[in-house]
């Protein structure tokens, strides 16, 4: 069956505009998660959803990061103003439930110009 | 806070070898360790986690709360094992934090 899908895949922008980053998680997860990855770390926790619901934003790091799930589906990570240390590996991941195994997406790569 | 450290950035053996990755954490509760795999060219995947306390592709780890570790290991390293190792960390919110990755590379 289809994994967890990124779109897109890479995304070029300039300082000071607006991106959206589209997560399409496995079919009947509940749970789904956004991480960030910067060059030579570790993915570090953004934020999650159970259902509709941000369940956990407090890996955000600032008000400029903002996620959706209107559907209980697909996931949106919106960024304003993007600066330039907002480059990285974004990943999604999803999961049938919160404690059960999460399974990644390939990642949108982020370029802030 | 939680807070897991791999401290070697790159491993380099020998087909056969053995290999050790290391990975220690720091945490106040009890903690959930797991070890995740990433491919060249493919997503990042878990490979196995302590409660489960089974062998994937021939490696194991075993949780050892008196050294805080988490040390990945397999007794004679493969070609195929090439890639990026994550440890990672769950406490009670079950959300992993993840060390920084160890890239073990295995030469023929």
């Known amino acids: 069956g289809a994994g967890v899908s990124q779109t897109p895949s890479n995304k070029v922008t300039e300082k000071g505009k607006y991106v959206e980053l589209r997560c399409d998680p496995i079919s009947g997860h509940t749970a789904l998660y956004w991480y960030r990855q910067s060059l030579g770390q570790g993915p570090e926790f953004l934020i999650y959803f159970q259902g509709t619901g941000a369940a956990d934003d407090s890996g955000l790091p600032n008000d400029r990061f903002f996620a959706v799930r209107p559907e209980g589906s697909v996931s949106t990570l919106k960024i304003q103003r993007t600066e330039r240390g907002d480059s990285a590996v974004y990943l999604c991941?999803?999961?049938?439930?919160?404690?059960?195994?999460?399974?990644f997406g390939p990642g949108t790569r982020l370029t802030v110009l | 806070a939680q807070r897991v450290t791999q401290p070697e950035k790159l491993l380099s053996v020998f087909k056969g070898a053995p290999v050790e990755l290391k990975c220690n954490y720091s945490?106040?509760?009890?903690?959930?360790l797991f070890w995740y795999v990433q491919y060249s060219r493919q997503r990042l995947q878990l490979l196995l986690r302590h409660i489960s306390r089974e062998s994937i592709k021939g490696f194991t780890a075993d949780l050892n709360k008196g050294e805080t570790s988490f040390h990945l290991k397999k007794p004679f390293a493969q070609e195929e094992d090439s890639a990026m190792y994550y440890c990672a960390l769950s406490g009670g919110s079950y959300i992993p934090t993840f060390g920084r990755g160890t890239s073990l590379i295995v030469h023929p």
């Open positions: 991941a999803s999961s049938l439930e919160l404690y059960n195994e999460q399974f």
């Open positions: 945490y106040s509760g009890s903690p959930e």
